[in-house]
């Protein structure tokens, strides 16, 4: 079965940098896109940025472009999103997710468990 498992989060202040990992397993992660979504107190869960099985493509959320970047490393099975720049209302708990094709734009159907980002102003 399909596990993800993120890492990396904590508290930052506007700024500064945080790197978070995804951990995958259960399924040849290559073939796969993978997600990044966050979900902040109050409010719906939204898109960040995405990424093909094969790296190759990358999709952003305007809200995240420029300051975010998400990349892959196919040989350790890790999803990661370097963000930079962080501002209070990137405050957050940010889910890893992946479907069932290799292309970016979803749908996703595997969650990981969430980590929060916390960015004091």
């Known amino acids: 079965q399909v596990q993800l498992v993120e890492s990396g989060g904590g508290l930052v202040q506007a700024g500064g940098s945080l790197r978070l990992s995804c951990a995958a397993s259960?399924?040849?992660?290559?073939?796969?896109?993978m997600g990044w979504f966050r979900q902040a107190p109050g409010k719906e869960r939204e898109f960040v940025a995405d990424?093909?099985?094969?790296?190759?493509?990358?999709y952003y959320a305007d809200s995240v472009k420029g300051r975010f970047t998400i990349s892959r490393d196919n040989a350790k099975n890790t999803v990661y999103l370097q963000m930079n720049s962080l501002k209070p209302e990137d405050t957050a708990v940010y889910y890893c997710?992946?479907?069932?094709?290799?292309?970016?734009?979803?749908?996703?159907?595997?969650w990981g468990l969430g980590t929060q980002v916390t960015v004091s102003s």
């Open positions: 259960g399924r040849t992660f290559s073939m796969f896109a």
């Open positions: 990424i093909s099985g094969s790296g190759g493509s990358t």
């Open positions: 997710a992946t479907g069932r094709v290799p292309v970016t734009g979803g749908p996703y159907d595997y």
